[in-house]
């Protein structure tokens, strides 16, 4: 059984959403996500100050298995992204709710509002 | 067995093959080529003949085709290509035509042109073919620019959007956005099918058409396919069909009959020509009349007994640089010939028939996500008793260990641990169930000794290769190796 940590936010493809501050949350992908990747070689992430629109492509992670595209929960702007990410992409293996993939300064609060909890998204996994 | 030497680490300095004889090109001075000098000496192993010969010969013996073995890899129909194609291009003058000579001197090469060309309308139900294209991907290409060109023609500038169901093969929406139109993704159903519902949803005047294959990725006949291909006509796109999984349709259903407008032929597929190695390969891209006259350039025609080469006015234009490749081209030619219609006619038949007898002597052994038969290839979701987790890679990777190649695993996506096996038409009951012995061992070898099926496989060249290292240095020459240890 893959970790979910309480707290976050979730979404059915499979990305964590983390609120840090009113209007900036972090995105990544859940711990199931990895593992169901396997081994990660690539991340291909946004430039900062790109737009995104809720539901949209934002990057894709790619392992030895699959490429997988990254969608985005939220609408806002890409402030911040995790260059670390792009060196050692196996730390999203190792340990995937701390491997960040971008910051992003939402635009529409509202849409964190039909996001899973938790305890919704393990039923799912 | 030992992982052989490179090539050139067999190398000796100053040790020869053969003595050429001592040049002299006087009308040249060096000096000339000053320009085209290399700056760095070449770095060419030098070997003795033998040394040479054993090399490539030892490589050689560690190489698995279908010639070696069973080689079920859905997906890829690799069927047996028959030798008789192969004595075709060497005994006859083929090889030796040069595609500028006189049209007069090549009636014969043209004439295979065109009587394949109309073999695949004939078997697909669509009038015309181009068989310019060098490959299935090209194909794709051509096929969609002719999509555009028709709706171009027509003044009709809003219709930029091409609709691709999520199981669709790669290549569909990578053509469509080479192709500079936009790709509108559709989910399946519970069936693995194209939902009629998701596909009414977008369907708008901003659709140029739909690409789909049938049977689908998953090995499912697409049953809603005439109501399908209408919803798309009646909306004004066009329907193009992807033909990767057109064997089992052999003989069964025309494409142009489900209602496709536009569609391409992976000749290696259907067709028995060479796979694999970059080509090369063939892709005829056929079209329903009323869009043949957008068909690529130059174009083989026919006046009473004359074929000629014309290049007309209206083609999206010239997308190679002659007819494709010919020797691919006349190696389908004579698969065709050899086997006649009424065998053509039998291969769908023998193709699904031999999936579905593997898919019901694994049921009891391996998990089947999908209700109701299948096509050509059959999709397996893992091992059904499975209490040491076992994936499927390491069931795929013990299969060497048999002597058999491994079927495709991780695909289709949709399943988490897919095996999907396409045994084709061309192998006989006994490799068959010698194929299902294996697999039910490998089943029972997953409940009893697990560790083994993790270390598989034992018996090959290498053993498991480190995936992730591979995936993260590309090092694809000696050069690169050579710069990779130094740097270590």
Redesign the interface.
Known sequence: MSKVIDGLMYQESHEWLKKVSDDEVLIGITEFAAKELGSVVFVDLPEVGDELTAGSDFGAVESVKAASDLTSPVSGEVIEINEDLVGEPELVNEDAFNAWFIKVKISNPEELDVLLSAEQYKKLI | MSYDKLIFELSKEGRRAYSLKKASYPQYDINDLASNLRTIELNLPEVSELDCVRHYTNISKKNFGVENGFYPLGSCTMKYNPKINEDIVKTTNFAKLHPYQPVNTVQGALKVYYELQKSLSEISGLEEFSLNPYAGAHGELIGLMVMKEYHLSRKDFKRNKVIIPDSAHGTNPASTVVCGMEVVEIKSNAKGMVDVESLKSVLSDEIAGMMLTNPNTLGIFESDICEITKLVHDAGGLMYYDGANLNAMLGKVKPGEMGFDIMHINLHKTFSTPHGGGGPGDGPVGVKDFLKKFLPNPQVKKLDDYYYIANEADAIGRISSFFGNFLVELRAYSYILNLGKENLMQVGGFATLNANYVRECLREDYILPIKGYCMHEVVFDGLLDNPNDIKTLDVAKRLLDYGMHAPTI?FP?LF?QAIMIEPTETESLQTIDEFIQVMKQIAKEAKEDPELLRSAPLSTPISRSD??FA??HMIFSYRDYLEYISNK
Do not use: I
């Open positions: 991780y996506l988490h995936e992730v995936a993260k």
